[in-house]
């Protein structure tokens, strides 16, 4: 108890403390800040074939028409573009006044459904360039906007052959997977992430262990140091300056 009490009263104590908690945060903020200040936020605008649902199965004696026309397999197909920028897309930032372009891979029948969330933002004029392309005009998409889009296909409508060509100027258009896929990936990100948290708890254990260590080693260095050069002060004051006598302690 003295002992503990004597260490914490020193001064190399709280001067080894000090250091230690310093090294340890600079290295916490040399490892973070420089990450963190190096990623420069791009401007991009993502897109999304959400799914794809047959309305028909193989082996069903339904037919499915639309005005009067029967279709061999027909599908709606879900899209969806997003501005996840911090600023908006408007009509200037399409070139030469050029339309957002989306293909499908099959034939397209109809445009079901148009959406926007939030409802606050401006529907963008969605509508059929050709057979298999759908075109959004140029137009306002406030930050954060998006833009769901239902269309009525005849055909295959892979994923695979999913197209989007953007004319926005300074802005670069961001593939975002389907729902399947999003679902697939976020199960390999937690695998990833458990491993990497596991290695990230095991590391910070171990250093943590050898800083203790190396922490207790110096203090109690530092308090026989300051115990000795106790002793040899009052050995040479009960001894008149008698040096010699002291230096056998």
């Keep these: ?25 600079g290295a916490v903020l040399g490892a973070y800040l420089p990450g963190k200040f190096a990623r420069s936020k791009k401007k991009e605008i993502e897109f999304r074939w959400v799914r794809t649902t047959p309305l028909l199965k193989p082996s069903a004696s339904l037919r499915v028409t639309h005005e009067s026309t029967v279709l061999e397999k027909p599908r709606l197909v879900d899209v969806s573009i997003r501005n996840g920028m911090d600023e908006p897309v408007t009509r ?9 372009t989306i293909e499908l891979d099959a034939k397209i029948i109809d445009i079901l459904e148009r959406e926007t969330k939030p409802d606050t933002s401006v529907m963008p004029t969605v509508s059929i360039a050709d057979q298999q392309r759908i075109e959004i005009a140029p137009c306002l998409l406030a930050p954060g906007q998006v833009v769901e889009i239902a269309v009525l296909v005849d055909g295959r409508g892979q994923a695979g052959k999913f197209k989007f060509q953007s004319p926005l100027i300074g802005i670069e258009p961001k593939k975002m997977p389907s729902v399947g896929e999003a679902m697939k990936n976020l199960l390999e990100v937690m695998h990833r992430s458990r ?17 203790g260590v190396i922490a207790i080693f110096t203090l109690l260095a530092a308090h026989s140091a300051e115990e000795k050069y106790d002793r040899l002060k009052h050995c040479v004051v009960a001894n008149q ?7 056998k302690l």
């Design 241 to 247: 300056n008698n040096v010699k006598e002291c230096q």
């Design 1 to 25: 108890m003295i002992i503990a009490e004597g260490i914490l009263e020193s001064g190399t104590f709280w001067s080894v403390a000090i250091g230690l908690l310093g090294t340890l945060v």
């Design 195 to 211: 491993i990497r948290s596991l290695r990230r708890v095991l590391w910070a254990s171990a250093a943590g262990m050898v800083l």
């Design 92 to 100: 200037e930032s399409f070139h030469d006044g050029q339309s957002i």
